[in-house]
């Protein structure tokens, strides 16, 4: 059998991941504190850059170089697929160009990743089909800063569903989440304390001492630890003091919280993106913070030595770094204009929220945003995480105003987890000391409320949320 050559012509659209789209994709996941840090590494880098005085009203020069050309789309919403590009994109030649000497470009964006994209990392390398990875999409935007799911598997079914997954099973779902629980460190996609802490032994040597009793310590005895009752756990355990004692140490040196060590803004100031303004002529208007970042433009000194024709390696040095330095600019206008859009668009659904607060969220998804604004919905994901608004109530992260649709199957009927979240919360703060609500009757306040949910998905609201039971309560009042 003989292999004859042939020609074919195929047809297609592909997004060039080009140096200077790679710049932009950067930018536009950075917070804005680490953005400030990058600006502060171009103007140091780069000659062509610099900060805009605010009392010179001199503009910069008109450039009409015809060997430059604009590699930056106008919109940023034809990334059908970031997950081909994400990476890369903090690697690319221009950010190589800022990083300080002595360190490495991985070294310098893996230092400070979030949970989310240091967990979007391994979930790329898993071989996962569209329906597990839109799952995946979900399950990490459901984790809270603990690395725990937040979220009740129904609820983020419900929500796939709605986005066209009509045959999902909450199965399905968690089965993916199990695949997740592969990803580092070990506790991580957990569903409540008991299955974090036994991930994290799981990872142990199958012949460390004691190891099987301190499973079951976590699986049946949980909370007679947390009370400090030995004597119920060495007789149920059949173990003598020593032991327990060994067991206990195990048991502490695991980490209930993995997703902390991520947490970034815990120990940063938070600089507000957007900002929630009002005015009597158009009421409630979303606005960039111009205060949160410097404001740059070419240097009008350095921009006039450069010669069309010159091929000096002075003049192609000038060249090459005016390039870079219009590139940057119009990377951080691109960055701004991406997240007013989005800004705009969210809190135009979640307007109730200024006079409601979390009580007054919608059931709000990425999709939602990312049909309104024509982005993909990894777009809306990046452009939300690490980005604050000031509004009314207090600045707080975009990510706030996301939550699936509980209950309900029209618009009237239809509530927000977060808003249930809210109310447990408020119900709670407000219940007599010595006679604490039992989950039962945070159900029935929630129905005379038209919010119907069963009683273990309040359960695992009231969990994620760090309330003891009513039993817990009442011991501790």
């Known amino acids: 059998m ?3 050559p042939s020609l074919q012509l195929r047809v297609g659209a592909h997004l060039t991941m080009t140096p200077q789209l790679q710049q932009a994709i950067h930018l536009l996941q950075l917070s804005t504190l680490d953005l400030r840090q990058e600006i502060q590494q171009a103007l140091d880098s780069n000659p062509m850059l610099e900060q805009e005085d605010l ?22 919403s034809q990334d059908s697929s970031w997950e081909d590009s994400f990476q ?3 690697l690319g030649s221009l950010s190589s160009s800022v990083a300080p000497a002595g360190e490495s470009d991985i070294e310098r964006n893996t230092s400070e990743d979030t949970l989310q994209q240091h967990v979007e990392w391994q979930v790329m390398m898993l071989d996962l089909d569209d329906q597990q990875r839109a799952i995946a999409e979900r399950l990490i935007d459901a984790l809270d800063p603990n690395g725990l799911i937040a979220q009740p598997l129904e609820d983020i079914t419900e929500g796939l569903r709605a986005q066209g997954f009509e045959s999902l099973s909450v199965a399905d779902v968690e089965r993916t989440a199990i695949m997740l629980q592969q ?8 569903r409540d304390l008991r299955e974090c802490l036994l991930l994290q032994l799981d990872q142990l040597p199958q012949d460390t001492p004691l190891l099987a009793q301190a499973r079951r310590l976590i699986r049946q005895f949980l909370e007679a630890l947390g009370n400090g009752d030995t004597r119920l756990l060495k007789r149920r355990l059949g173990i003598d003091d020593e032991s327990l004692e060994r067991i206990t140490c195990l048991i502490k040196a695991l980490d209930p919280h993995p997703g902390r060590q991520f947490d970034s803004t815990s120990h940063q100031y938070v600089i507000p993106d957007l900002t929630l303004r009002h005015s009597t002529r158009h009421g409630w208007q979303v606005e960039l913070n111009e205060d949160a970042l410097p404001r740059l433009r070419l240097n009008p000194d350095y921009s006039s030595l450069v010669r069309r024709a010159d091929k ?3 003049n192609t040095f000038f060249k090459q ?8 600019i119009k990377s951080i206008a691109s960055r701004n204009d991406t997240l007013l859009r ?5 809190m135009a659904r979640q307007h109730r929220y200024i006079d409601m607060g979390e009580e007054g969220l919608k059931p709000l998804t990425l999709s939602d945003i990312a049909g309104a604004v024509d982005m993909h919905e990894s ?18 992260e975009l990510k706030l105003f996301f939550s699936s649709q509980v209950g309900g199957s029209g618009e009237g009927d239809a509530h927000s987890g977060a808003a249930i979240r809210a109310r447990i919360r408020k119900y709670v703060s407000e219940e007599p000391t010595r006679r604490p609500l039992s989950d039962a009757r945070l159900v029935e306040l929630l129905d005379d409320q038209g919010i119907k949910v069963a009683r273990r998905t309040v359960a695992k609201y009231r969990e994620a949320l760090g309330i003891p039971s009513s039993s817990e309560r009442r011991k501790m009042a």
């Open 321 to 328: 770094h005016l390039q870079e330095a219009r590139w940057f």
């Open 183 to 190: 990803c580092e460190p070990a506790g991580l996609f957990a």
């Open 55 to 76: 009392f010179d009203e001199c503009a910069s020069p008109a450039d009409n170089d015809d060997d430059w050309q604009e590699s930056i789309p106008d919109e940023l």
């Open 379 to 396: 777009t809306i994901s990046r452009v939300t995480t690490q980005k604050f608004i000031h509004t009314p109530r207090g600045v707080v």
């Open 342 to 346: 989005v800004g705009r668009e969210i």
């Open 2 to 4: 003989t292999m004859k």
């Open 312 to 314: 000096s390696d002075d």
């Open 88 to 90: 890369d994109a903090s």
